[in-house]
């Protein structure tokens, strides 16, 4: 047979790749790999290869030859060297034999290198198709429907992994073309964000549908095919039945854990009931914890995964704008205690992140608001281009406009993930990842001051934030007034909290700062704040006078 080098390690793209003009068709014996294959390629205006044949014609023998003389362990080694060559080469529709997906270095070829379609068929119609058949070796070896079972059971789960699923009955070979097709138009990769830290790199997946198909993103990378899923009562309704039935279809064990809505589940109470619920159910060391849901469960999962058994495997699904662009990148994780917010935490970065942007369609404005002001932010950071594209697009994703939404999520991420490689722990003096905290400083305050009960989100908290750090900057002489008027023009024209006046109460400046005081950015007495010099130009700084604060405060329309 072809006798192709090895892949060097490391070569190998992440199982989830950007495609190329190649179509693999992968399923049992008798799904319609290559009839349905030539039809499509035909259609398409594309090459078709049999890889059986092409195997065949490599070694000189047939396959049932090969598998008589050397084994089925050597013929998967060089079907998997035939397949990595025919990857290699120009757009086609290639059909694959029943098993080749099965081995996991073949797969990752695959899935790096093409797009993967499993041809899905029911068995009394595989056992028609089969029955009578020769020089098929899995099928000599015994009945025909017992050898399919077994062969449906144990290859079922893997074949999902692939990027498309079409169901194949006893349709038409025509019919079975054109399901293919409608699914190629609707499919497209999802968008990736990589994040690589000094000790461990992941992924930030952007597209839609992702919750529906997690088991395809998640069996690759997890340890083992065992979860269990934090989630919260709402997001339990909209999103974890279709999250359940895509971590079974590939074969991924996994048992829920609901916890209520809002910052309380955040307390050390609610942590601890939830830590000895899944205790009491019980847990391995290589089971993932799965964290779907906005902020509050992603920080409440993330932390449940870092402590629990001492760590163990973690993935965001964040169903949240905020969560999506914010919370779910970084490996912050976090309990709020008695004196603050965010007290008790700890760094932990997830295997994944899968953010589902049809997941933001169950959103409310409110929501998306509050989601919106990351984005934001990230632009006042040190993005001027992000923050004018927010200027052009931020009315089409308040309304909830998909592609508007997908791009600022892709956006946002890609900013935040460069923040976090260069400061993952943020360790630096000045700078770094401290910037990302604009505006929170002021907005945890907010929230204290509500008690965190809902009347005021934490986005909704961080806009507000926003306007007070840039009126600290022109208050010390740091930012252009006129960049101020720009930032208030923004928030306020898509109507969102710009200041102190959104409140139907006026709030004691010293209650505010008396807040600040217990924030986890104080040091040696001082709070580091992040200002601004413009647009696109944040930095750090602990030389702020708590009076001066107190004065943009009132200015704004506190009590003194």
Not at 7 to 13: E, K, N
Not at 534 to 558: H, K, N, P, Q, Y
């Amino acid at each position: 047979m072809s006798d192709l080098p090895d892949p060097a390690p490391g070569s190998v793209p992440s199982p989830i790749g950007s495609p190329s003009g190649i179509i693999v068709l992968v399923g049992l014996m008798g799904a319609g790999k290559t009839t349905i294959g030539r039809r499509l390629a035909t259609r398409l205006g594309l090459d078709f290869v049999d890889a059986d044949l092409e195997i065949e014609r490599a070694a000189g023998c047939t396959i049932a030859e090969i598998f008589a003389r050397h084994g089925e362990p050597a013929f998967r080694d060089g079907e998997r060297r035939v397949i990595q060559r025919l990857l290699q080469g120009p757009p086609k529709v290639l059909a694959t034999g029943g098993g080749a997906f099965i081995d996991g270095q073949t797969r990752r070829l695959v899935k790096a290198h093409a797009r993967s379609i499993w041809l899905r068929c029911p068995l009394p119609i595989l056992i028609k198709r089969v029955s009578g058949r020769t020089g098929r070796p899995l099928l000599d070896k015994g009945n025909v429907e017992t050898t399919l079972a077994a062969l449906q059971a144990q290859r079922h789960p893997i074949y999902a992994e692939a990027d498309i699923i079409v169901d194949c009955g006893d349709d038409s070979v025509d019919h079975g073309a054109q399901r293919i097709i409608e699914a190629l138009d609707t499919y497209d990769h999802p968008l990736r964000v990589p994040v690589t830290l000094e000790s461990h790199r992941y992924e930030v997946l952007i597209g839609s549908d992702l919750i529906s198909r997690a088991g395809a993103y998640l069996a690759p990378i997890l340890p083992r095919k065992n979860a269990v899923v934090i989630t919260d009562e709402t997001v339990a309704t909209l999103h974890l039945p279709r999250l359940m039935a895509g971590l079974a279809e590939t074969g991924i064990q996994a048992t829920p854990f609901v916890v209520p809505v809002g910052e309380e589940s955040k307390s050390l109470t609610r942590y601890a009931a939830l830590i000895n619920d899944i205790l009491d159910h019980g847990m391995e060391r290589r089971t993932t914890v799965i964290g779907l849901g906005g902020g509050v469960v992603g920080d409440l999962s993330g932390f449940v995964a870092a402590s629990i058994l001492r760590g163990v495997p973690f993935v965001q699904i964040p169903t949240t704008l905020l969560s999506q662009v914010d919370s779910s990148v970084g490996g912050k994780t976090g309990l709020n205690a008695r004196a603050g917010k965010n007290l008790i935490g700890a760094f932990y970065q997830p295997q994944i992140v899968l953010a589902d942007s049809s997941a933001l369609a169950t959103l409310s404005r409110r929501e998306r608001v509050a989601g919106y002001a990351e984005i934001v932010k990230a632009g006042l950071i040190a993005d001027p281009a992000l923050f004018k594209w927010c200027e052009a697009h931020g009315a089409e994703i308040l309304d909830g406009d998909p592609a508007a939404l997908a791009e600022a999520v892709n956006r946002a991420c890609r900013f935040k993930a460069k923040v976090v490689m260069e400061d993952e722990k943020e360790t630096a003096a000045q700078d770094g990842r401290a910037l990302l905290n604009l505006g929170h400083s002021f907005g945890h305050a907010l929230e204290a001051h509500f008690r965190y009960d809902g009347r005021l989100l934490h986005g909704e908290a961080v806009s507000i934030g926003l306007h007070l750090a840039a009126a600290l900057s022109v208050k010390l002489g740091y930012c252009p007034e006129e960049d101020l008027r720009r930032l208030d023009a923004h928030l306020r024209a898509l109507g969102m909290p710009a200041g102190l006046d959104w409140f139907d109460e006026t709030l004691s400046a010293d209650a505010l700062i008396r807040s600040m005081a217990r924030d986890k950015k104080v040091s040696d007495g001082r709070l580091s704040f992040v200002l601004m010099r413009g647009i696109g130009e944040a930095f750090t700084s602990r030389d702020v006078e708590m009076d001066t604060v107190r004065d943009v405060l009132v200015e704004a329309g506190c009590n003194a």
